[in-house]
């Protein structure tokens, strides 16, 4: 899958003296759906808002299909998309006015059939003649998408796309991101929510004050990192853990009636045989038990705690 988006060494340092993005390298394919995940002021918007060409890089270098987005920006902002985070949509134009007016400014000769099309796929077709600021928020969202896409651009960059908005509404984005895909679009998204990459990311690329931590598959991801437990109940709570025990690291729950083990399922010896033997032998009987994979979202906060 040839990339679409080439970003090298890319670092921003705002005049108030805030280095804002840290030496970011990442290479953005073809009709993905790329996830970036960070919390409040990592530097999402910041390196969106550079690859769009509305902040200038301190340093490094970014290409669009090829063309760099200072000496070629026409060319490389005319291949994306841009749904910002901040929405303006106080107007009193129309959604259709709007939306194809947004199209005029990026040259493109006027297209009532696409703009048509967009509008439909975004079921606001019967809301083409109302002012803008009659809408619902979840519906200004989709008049941003639509104005995003009213000039066929191959990249589209959403900037916390679900902010705000109800779960049955997020479950709607989260099918129209996957129409467009499905359309050969590649889309980049910020979140902050975990379950969101989880749901719809084919890669989750993590994001902490400026640097970029990782880009992975999200299924390699969930697997490297995914440690997993292994929680006993114990017949008789335990006061307290024998000494032959030590070595496991087991923490006690629920005042003992309860032992968690955590292990890596993908290392050659996982200990659970040995653990198991031991409990045995120190005549600690087991009710039941149960194992569980980590969470992305475990992944991501001790990712970002490693980092601080
Ligand atoms: N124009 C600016 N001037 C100075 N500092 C800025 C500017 N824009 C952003 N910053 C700072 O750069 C850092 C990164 O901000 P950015 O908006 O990129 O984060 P973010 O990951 O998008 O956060 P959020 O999840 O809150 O949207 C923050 O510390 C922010 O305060
Ligand atoms: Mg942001």
Redesign the pocket.
């Known amino acids: 899958m040839p990339s679409v988006i080439q970003i090298r060494n890319l670092s921003k340092t705002?005049?108030?003296g805030?280095q804002?993005l840290r030496a970011v390298d990442l290479d953005i394919m073809d009709s993905e759906i790329l996830a970036l995940l960070?919390?409040?002021?990592?530097?999402?918007?910041?390196?969106i808002s550079i690859i769009c060409g509305l902040v200038n890089p301190s340093s490094g270098s970014v290409t669009v299909e090829g063309n760099d987005i200072i000496r070629d920006f026409r060319k490389a902002r005319s291949l994306i998309g841009l749904v910002p985070?901040e929405l303006h949509t106080e107007t009193f134009e129309t959604v259709w006015s709007t939306v194809s007016f947004s199209r005029g400014l990026f040259g493109k000769k006027p297209n009532p059939a696409h703009i048509e099309a967009v509008l439909r796929d975004l079921s606001l077709l019967d809301k083409r003649d109302n002012q803008i600021m009659t809408l619902s928020g979840g519906m200004k969202r989709r008049v941003m998408i639509a104005k995003a896409l009213s000039h066929e651009p191959r990249i589209l960059f959403l900037?916390?796309p679900t902010a705000g908005v109800d779960v049955e509404l997020r479950k709607d984005m989260w099918q129209l991101v996957e129409r467009l895909r499905a359309s050969g679009v590649t889309i980049i998204l910020?979140t902050?929510y975990i379950e969101e990459a989880e749901a719809i990311a084919d890669r989750i690329g993590v994001?902490n004050r400026?640097e970029l931590l990782l880009v992975e598959e999200k299924a390699e991801l969930m697997r490297k990192l995914g440690e997993k437990q292994l929680t006993l109940e114990l017949t008789q709570p335990l006061e307290a853990l024998p000494e032959t025990l030590a070595d496991y690291g087991l923490e006690r729950e629920e005042d003992g009636a309860r032992l968690v083990y955590r292990y890596d399922s993908q290392a050659a010896r996982t200990g659970i045989t040995s653990l198991l033997s031991e409990l045995n032998r120190s005549g600690i009987r087991v009710k039941d038990l149960s194992t569980r994979q980590r969470s992305l979202e475990d992944i991501f906060v001790s990712l970002v705690r490693e980092q601080s």
């Open positions: 705002y005049a108030s805030h804002a960070g919390p409040n002021g990592a530097g999402k918007t910041t390196l985070q900037d916390e910020t902050h994001i400026g």
